[in-house]
């Protein structure tokens, strides 16, 4: 099993910044994919992005030159920094920890981007 919790969430105006933080605990095996989806009121889920233990990343579209995911390894923590934030970056974000077919979500973290 795999714990994840999430933090630094919350209220910021547009254009504004934000760093969300997700510690991972329990059953982590090397190798692993990290990453950040996101869920709007009203819409599906969707991908925001991942990063391998090697560090290579992977973004969804409407994040690439706003958002940066990091981890740090010896920490079991992913990243994800996130500027010039929009009102449609508002959603409950959700960290994951992939391994194989191992699949863990955590609790999710509200990111509201008004004024």
């Known amino acids: 099993q795999v714990q994840l919790v999430e933090s630094g969430g919350g209220l910021v105006q547009p254009g504004g910044s934000l760093r969300l933080s997700c510690a991972a605990s329990?059953?982590?095996?090397?190798?692993?994919?990290m990453g950040w989806y996101r869920q709007a009121p009203g819409k599906q889920r969707e991908f925001v992005a991942t990063i391998t233990s090697g560090r290579s990343t992977n973004y969804a579209d409407s994040v690439k030159g706003r958002f940066t995911i990091s981890r740090d390894n010896a920490k079991n923590t992913v990243y994800l920094q996130m500027n010039s934030l929009k009102a449609e970056d508002t959603a409950v974000y959700y960290c994951?920890?992939?391994?194989?077919?191992?699949?863990?979500w955590g609790q999710g973290t509200q990111v509201t981007v008004s004024s």
């Open positions: 994951t920890y992939r391994w194989g077919r191992l699949d863990y």
């Open positions: 329990g059953s982590i095996l090397s190798g692993n994919v």
